[in-house]
């Protein structure tokens, strides 16, 4: 190898010698004579320049790259000692860095950390390792201000990878024990998040384990071309409002070969996304798939271009949902559902326009317009005695809904304010409409 590269730089650097030497002699020939040993040597000199300029940068090029690890920066990883601002100088480190930057969490140690935001723009690419366990603050005093717990502020082309033993783990309990979802006597107060992705294009998070978060587990937000495989999101069924994945203002996002189980929705879609696939997904428990809740306060809200197709949902409270309040405006529209196995769900298929999760939601007249969804190919079993129910906004009906080769078990259809066709073999068919 080496001496490859010797016997090419020695061809490289006869072969420019004799490029010179021709462009000199053609010079002297043109009458610049008295000029032709200074041309000559000042001409190699730059050749010269050229080619270590060119070594150095193919050596760039070819280097691996650079690792830094969180220990390097005095993070101890006892699961004890505060290892937040080792962090946050190991990352200053890796997002000033110059070709591609591994910034490496390491395997086998548990890291305490307090709120945290690693913020870009950054110089390079950058790979976030995560071998080991990254374990939140309990103390609620520790948030102070902050909604979030970690958080990834603008780095375009990052890539966030677990290796398939990386775990982030929210240590949510106290704020469970502390939601007035479990306790009546208590404030309804938001929690963190435990893991937020902001204002960041050229997303990626692969291989990665998210449990018990505080609140929501992981949120993707203002986000584009993302791509999210291979990650195992979980917390107790009735952990409050602890949803898997979060999408919103997102565009271009695929979600794929994962596995979600906790207690508020798999994976749910907010306004302002666009052009989302969900692949190969399991759920349960939890909430199901949804789209929304969109038109809260009532807001103008977009979602298109949404597909769902393999998805696998057990023992969920939905199956796949669009949901939202009255009195908001906008369009869900363009949503394919397909290819889709439930088992033991309480509404596998679900359009709710009169969603409300606040002690009341007044009667409006405006609604968020549901148009063009389409489910095909949609097989299981129904937990209650529903097993389709579209209730739709009277003034705004459902348009464009399709029903392709459905056919849940153990519960009826109820279709109300809504443009549905069958196609294919439909089961149970809308009793009204
Ligand atoms: C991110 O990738 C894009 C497209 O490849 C590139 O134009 C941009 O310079 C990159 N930015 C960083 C910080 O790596
Ligand atoms: C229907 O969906 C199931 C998954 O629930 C899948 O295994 C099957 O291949 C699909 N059928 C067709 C015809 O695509
Ligand atoms: C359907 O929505 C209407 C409001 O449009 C509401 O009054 C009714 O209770 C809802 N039905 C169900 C079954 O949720």
């Given at each position: 190898?080496?001496r490859c590269c010797?016997?090419?730089?020695?061809?490289?650097?006869w072969?420019?010698?004799?490029?010179s030497?021709?462009?000199a002699?053609?010079?002297s020939?043109?009458?610049?004579?008295?000029?032709?040993?200074?041309?000559?040597?000042?001409?190699l000199?730059?050749?010269?320049?050229?080619?270590?300029?060119?070594?150095s940068f193919?050596?760039?090029?070819?280097?691996?790259?650079?690792?830094?690890s969180?220990?390097?920066f005095?993070a101890?990883?006892?699961?004890?000692?505060?290892?937040?601002?080792?962090?946050?100088?190991?990352?200053?480190?890796?997002c000033?860095?110059?070709?591609a930057?591994?910034?490496?969490?390491?395997?086998g140690?548990?890291?305490?950390l307090?709120?945290?935001?690693?913020?870009?723009?950054?110089k390079?690419?950058l790979t976030?390792?995560?071998?080991?366990?990254?374990?939140?603050?309990?103390?609620?005093?520790?948030?102070?201000?902050?909604?979030?717990?970690?958080?990834?502020d603008g780095i375009?082309?990052l890539?966030?990878?677990?290796?398939?033993?990386?775990?982030?783990?929210?240590?949510?309990?106290?704020?469970?024990?502390?939601?007035?979802?479990?306790?009546?006597?208590?404030?309804?107060?938001?929690a963190?998040?435990?893991?937020t992705?902001?204002?960041s294009?050229n997303?990626?998070?692969?291989n990665?384990?998210?449990?018990?978060?505080?609140?929501i587990?992981?949120?993707?937000?203002?986000c584009?071309?993302?791509e999210?495989?291979?990650?195992v999101?979980?917390?107790?069924g009735n952990s409050p409002?602890?949803?898997?994945?979060?999408?919103?203002?997102?565009q271009?996002i695929?979600?794929?070969?994962?596995i979600?189980?906790?207690?508020?929705?798999?994976?749910?879609?907010?306004?302002?996304?666009?052009n989302?696939?969900?692949?190969?997904i399991?759920c349960?428990?939890?909430h199901?798939?949804?789209?929304g809740?969109?038109?809260?306060d009532?807001?103008?809200?977009?979602?298109?271009?949404?597909t769902?197709?393999?998805?696998?949902l057990s023992d969920?409270?939905?199956g796949?949902?669009?949901?939202?309040?009255?009195?908001?405006?906008?369009?869900?529209?363009?949503?394919i559902?397909e290819?889709?196995?439930?088992?033991?769900v309480?509404?596998?298929?679900?359009?709710?326009?009169?969603?409300?999760?606040?002690?009341?939601?007044?009667?409006?007249?405006s609604?968020?317009q549901?148009?063009?969804v389409v489910?095909?190919?949609i097989?299981?079993?129904?937990a209650?005695?529903?097993?389709i129910?579209?209730?739709c906004?009277?003034?705004?009906?459902?348009?464009g809904?399709?029903?392709?080769?459905v056919?849940?078990?153990g519960g009826k259809?109820?279709c109300t304010n809504?443009?549905v066709?069958?196609?294919g073999?439909?089961?149970?068919?809308?009793?009204?409409t």
């Open positions: 190898m080496a010797k016997l090419v730089t020695v061809f490289i650097l072969a420019l010698l004799m490029l030497w021709c462009e002699s053609r010079n020939l043109n009458g610049y004579d008295n000029s032709y040993g200074r041309f000559k040597s000042d001409s000199i730059k050749r010269r320049d050229d080619i270590s300029r060119l070594k193919v050596k760039a090029s070819l280097r691996a790259p650079i690792t830094v969180v220990s390097d005095g101890k990883g006892d699961g004890e000692t505060d290892d937040t601002q080792a962090f946050v100088d190991a990352w200053k480190k890796a000033s860095s110059n070709g930057v591994n910034l490496l969490v390491p395997k140690k548990t890291y305490f307090k709120p945290i935001q690693l913020t870009g723009p950054c390079s690419p976030v390792q995560i071998l080991g366990t990254l374990s939140a603050s309990q103390k609620r005093s520790d948030y102070k201000d902050s909604s979030k717990w970690i958080m990834f375009d082309n890539s966030v990878d677990g290796g398939g033993t990386g775990t982030v783990d929210g240590n949510g309990e106290t704020w469970w024990q502390n939601s007035c979802k479990w306790n009546k006597a208590k404030p309804c107060t938001k963190p998040t435990a893991v992705f902001y204002n294009n997303l990626r998070v692969n990665l384990k998210v449990r018990n978060a505080q609140q587990q992981i949120s993707i937000e203002k584009s071309d993302v999210v495989t291979n990650v999101v979980t917390a107790p409002n602890t949803d898997g994945i979060h999408i919103t203002n997102t271009n695929r979600v794929s070969k994962s979600i189980g906790t207690g508020d929705d798999c994976i749910s879609i907010e306004s302002g996304s666009q989302v696939q969900i692949n190969d399991t349960g428990p939890g199901g798939i949804s789209i809740s969109l038109g809260d009532n807001s103008n809200a977009f979602v298109s271009g949404v769902v197709d393999g998805a696998k969920t409270d939905n796949v949902r669009i949901k939202t309040y009255q009195g908001g405006s906008g369009t869900a529209s363009n949503i559902f290819n889709i196995q439930m088992e033991n309480k509404n596998p298929i679900i359009i709710d326009q009169d969603y409300c999760d606040k002690s009341k939601c007044p009667q409006e007249k609604a968020v549901v148009r063009n489910y095909r190919n097989s299981g079993t129904s209650s005695d529903n097993a129910t579209f209730n906004s009277k003034n705004h009906p459902c348009q809904i399709v029903l392709d080769k056919n849940i078990k259809a109820t809504a443009n066709i069958d196609k073999a439909v089961l149970p068919q809308c009793s009204s």
